[in-house]
């Protein structure tokens, strides 16, 4: 009987070894597949990024052949290098085999071959944009010009009685990231101002405490002409031209901003930041490449536009639906009509720098301190 057991015993023994070196090599596998998984969606990222970048050269090359046609009708000049003067077109000869190729076939299309079709512009939603020839310009842009950012954070600032709000909102999201994260990282400044004045007060503030990082292309700082807006017929505005006015804002900073990285967060200027904030929205994309998502919540509030991240290749589209119905519509509203309910709840980064300045603040506060995750029905 004693035998008996001690038999037990050893087949016990044995089999809990056998289940322990088991469990230690799945493990081991595991683990191996999380990392191969992880580097396969950072290269997809990549290769998203590269995607991005061609695209943008190759309507640079669309953009260069409408320049190309005038100097070509002025000068005397075509693609072919047949002109006047033998000087000018050698300028076109410098150019590869296949740039030439492409800015002949765009040229082509220009010049009148195949019949024309009028695609809607920005100019057919918001006719009042063709009142001045400026209205698309920026009144104020400070820009180093980068692009290939992988995040891009665009952020509102509105003239208020305590603007150190928005220096509050940039310092401490600049002091959560490292250096190599500032590297992969741009600040976008939108200035949303009418008035001019308004719009150098809070420029100055920007320069005196962010010089460093203007001058090395972290921020960019940029504002709209006042023609740019729609103009209302008495001063005080009511809460649907404010909301107006505020889809207007959206679309000139995601016009500017969607060419400059691969991902693009929508913040206020009158938040707060969690400790290492970049790796958080960093890791998210990675895990979640292979998740049908349109949109990422980093708020408490459901479904809102601000505290939102998008793809850049994305914006184009979200422009053109709040161009549509920015007059009618306010932004949290056309975002839920836009993503249709796709989107993916995350735990909230951000939280209120100073006391609320508006109702519409004060209730996004007060829900704020209900719950943890952002939860869609």
Not at 27 to 44: D, F, P
Not at 225 to 253: G, I, W
Not at 323 to 334: G, H, K, R, S, V
Request: proline share 3%; net charge positive.
């Amino acid at each position: 009987m004693l035998r008996k057991y001690q038999m037990l015993f050893l087949l016990s023994g044995i089999g809990l070894c056998c289940i322990v070196v088991l469990h230690n090599v799945l493990k081991t596998v595991y683990i191996k597949h999380i990392r191969i998984s992880q580097r396969i969606n950072s290269c997809q990222l990549q290769l998203r990024d590269l995607e991005a970048t061609i695209r943008t050269k190759e309507e640079d090359i669309v953009l260069l052949s409408q320049y190309i046609i005038k100097w070509q009708r002025s000068q005397g000049v075509d693609l072919n290098g047949e002109a006047e003067s033998d000087k000018k077109a050698s300028l076109l000869k410098r150019l590869s085999p296949d740039i030439h190729k492409n800015l002949l076939n765009n040229v082509t299309v220009e010049a009148g071959l195949l019949p024309s079709v009028a695609f809607p512009t920005t100019f057919d939603f918001w006719p009042h944009l063709l009142n001045d020839p400026n209205s698309l310009r920026p009144a104020l842009l400070i820009s180093h010009n980068r692009s290939g950012a992988w995040i891009v954070f665009g952020i509102i600032a509105l003239a208020k009685k305590n603007q150190s709000n928005l220096c509050h909102t940039l310092n401490d999201l600049i002091m959560k990231m490292t250096e190599e994260q500032q590297k992969q990282t741009l600040i976008v400044v939108f200035i949303g101002e009418k008035k001019f004045n308004s719009v150098l007060r809070i420029w100055k503030l920007i320069e005196k405490n962010f010089k460093r990082h203007l001058e090395n292309g972290l921020i960019d700082v940029i504002a709209p002409e006042s023609s740019y807006y729609v103009e209302f017929s008495h001063d005080s505005m009511t809460l649907a031209q404010r909301r107006t006015k505020q889809n207007q804002d959206y679309v000139y900073l995601m016009a500017y901003a969607h060419k400059k990285g691969v991902f693009y967060i929508q913040l206020n200027d009158n938040i707060l930041f969690k400790t290492d904030v970049w790796n958080i929205i960093d890791k998210l994309i990675i895990n979640n490449w292979n998740y049908p998502w349109i949109v990422m919540h980093f708020g408490r509030i459901s479904k809102s536009l601000s505290y939102s991240m998008f793809e850049t290749r994305r914006l184009p589209h979200l422009i053109g639906f709040i161009q549509m119905f920015y007059y009618e519509t306010p932004a949290n509203e056309l975002l839920r009509k836009f993503v249709q309910y796709q989107d993916y709840p995350t735990k909230s980064l951000f939280g209120p720098v100073d006391e609320p300045e508006d109702l519409h603040v004060k209730i996004e506060n007060l829900l704020d301190l209900s719950a943890d995750l952002l939860i869609i029905n």
